[in-house]
């Protein structure tokens, strides 16, 4: 119904930056909340950041000051940009989004597959 796909992960060295996107299609009247999440083995899945379609974002503590993230509304699209990498930032990430559908009653969260960041030291 609705397709979350991200691109721009890969390998970088600590302290380079990288650009996340993640671009949502399908069936999609509106997206409210656009979101990256990361996970590593063993741990919970944590807040990286978020934003609105009103463009008010949120951070993790972890990454505030470090990435930015945006949003192109017209296209359906976020992105995060990671500035000053650390090898701790080393995760896959996640892209979310909370979409209302044509015909839908209420909205749901989709989940793209993942994409993998490594910093290297």
């Known amino acids: 119904q609705v397709q979350l796909v991200e691109s721009g992960g890969g390998l970088v060295q600590a302290g380079g930056s990288l650009r996340l996107s993640c671009a949502a299609s399908?069936?999609?009247?509106?997206?409210?909340?656009m979101g990256w999440y990361r996970q590593a083995p063993g741990k919970q899945r944590e807040l990286v950041a978020t934003?609105?379609?009103?463009?008010?974002?949120n951070y993790g503590d972890s990454v505030k000051g470090r990435f930015t993230i945006s949003r192109d509304n017209a296209k359906n699209t976020v992105y995060l940009l990671m500035n000053s990498l650390k090898p701790e930032d080393t995760d896959v990430y996640y892209c979310?989004?909370?979409?209302?559908?044509?015909?839908?009653?209420?909205?749901?969260?989709?989940w793209g597959q993942g994409t993998q960041v490594t910093v290297s030291s």
């Open positions: 979310k989004a909370d979409v209302m559908s044509f015909g839908g009653i209420q909205r749901i969260n989709y």
């Open positions: 934003i609105t379609s009103g463009g008010s974002t």
């Open positions: 399908g069936n999609i009247l509106s997206i409210n909340i």
